[in-house]
């Protein structure tokens, strides 16, 4: 079965990056869809960022669009979100999601908190 572990969370200054990465055991990520998700106190869960297993084409939310990046590293068994120019607004728990029909699995997440 598929596990997927976060890391890179941590605290930042407003302004700064973090590069969060997902590693995957049990099963390689190949033929999985990736997603990154946050949930903030007391807020739903939202989708950020989005790969696609089939043709690696990238989706992002309108708040992170020109600041955050997903990628994938195959080799690795790893997926990636890299997060520039961080506001306040992004402190949340990360989350990844794999997807392969159908099944979908989850990491534990990881915190991101943004302050000064």
């Known amino acids: 079965q598929l596990q997927l572990v976060e890391s890179g969370g941590g605290l930042v200054q407003p302004g700064g990056s973090l590069r969060l990465s997902c590693a995957a055991s049990?099963?390689?990520?190949?033929?999985?869809?990736i997603g990154w998700f946050r949930q903030a106190p007391g807020k739903e869960r939202e989708g950020v960022s989005y790969?696609?297993?089939?043709?690696?084409?990238?989706y992002y939310a309108d708040s992170v669009k020109g600041r955050f990046t997903i990628s994938r590293d195959n080799a690795k068994n790893t997926v990636y979100l890299q997060m520039n120019s961080l506001k306040p607004e992004d402190t949340a728990v990360y989350y990844c999601?794999?997807?392969?029909?159908?099944?979908?699995?989850w990491g534990q997440g990881t915190q991101v908190t943004v302050s000064s």
């Open positions: 999601n794999a997807r392969k029909s159908p099944g979908e699995y």
């Open positions: 790969i696609s297993s089939a043709d690696a084409s990238t």
């Open positions: 049990g099963s390689t990520l190949d033929d999985y869809s």
